[in-house]
């Protein structure tokens, strides 16, 4: 069975500053998907950043970005010019790609605080 | 816009009771699922449904229930409360074998069983 791990149960970050979050899974499959979700306070959580685990190239949406090292199973994922809006829970998924399999695996998350 | 809704943003219930939390998607989705989130132990799968009458048991099922009559509606059950079944309840919805498709959320349902 695959496994997620989010070894930062807590970051913090100034305001217009960097941060990365880190992500490890393990699992016997060659070929997967990884996934950010945020989860803002009392808002539903929303998808962040996706990456198949076939395509090299690190996936990038605006701000943030993911570094993806397959060999090392690790998928962090980083937010630059950090914003009051970025504070939340930081889960990562895992997700076979396997036709039919749907389900994904999380992380236990990490709250992300944004310090003005 | 993607909407999946939850029948109950906060619930309190008795030790005993019979409880039901409804979800419903507008998606037209086949798979729908339901997570316990509690911290430190992130989200946790309870139960899952590829289609309309099919369930699959998903890591923590024991205590509960589902029922899906309509493509669009899941239904989790809890048969008898137990203090320990309080929770965040999360719902989410995804197609089927698109394999880069996301889940899409609902907003949770806090559940305080006393």
């Known amino acids: 069975a695959q496994t997620v791990t989010q070894s930062q149960p807590e970051m913090s970050v100034q305001e217009a500053e960097t941060v990365t979050l880190s992500c490890t899974y393990d699992t016997s499959e060659s070929d997967y998907y990884l996934f950010w979700y945020k989860q803002p306070p009392s808002r539903q959580m929303i998808l962040v950043i996706r990456?198949?685990?076939?395509?090299?190239q690190n996936a990038t949406e605006n701000r943030f970005s993911v570094n993806f090292q397959k060999a090392a199973k690790s998928f962090s994922l980083k937010i630059s010019d950090s914003q009051l809006g970025d504070a939340a829970m930081y889960f990562c998924?895992?997700?076979?790609?396997?036709?039919?399999?749907?389900?994904?695996?999380f992380g236990t998350g990490t709250r992300l605080t944004i310090i003005p | 816009d993607v909407k999946v809704t939850q029948s109950s943003r906060y619930l309190v219930k008795r030790t005993g009771e019979k409880v039901f939390l409804e979800c419903v998607q507008d998606?037209?989705?086949?798979?729908m699922f339901w997570y316990r989130q509690d911290p430190g132990l992130g989200l946790r799968l309870i139960y899952f449904s590829y289609d309309v009458k099919m369930k699959e048991k998903g890591d923590i099922p024991e205590g509960y229930s589902v029922s899906r009559e309509k493509k669009e509606r899941f239904s989790l059950i809890l048969e008898s409360a137990s203090t320990n079944q309080t929770s965040m309840y999360l719902c989410?919805?995804?197609?089927?074998?698109?394999?880069?498709?996301?889940?899409?959320f609902g907003p949770g349902t806090r559940l305080l069983v006393l």
């Open positions: 998924a895992y997700r076979s790609s396997n036709f039919g399999n749907e389900k994904l695996t």
């Open positions: 990456q198949e685990a076939y395509k090299q």
């Open positions: 989410a919805s995804s197609l089927t074998g698109t394999g880069y498709e996301t889940q899409y």
């Open positions: 998606m037209d989705h086949e798979n």
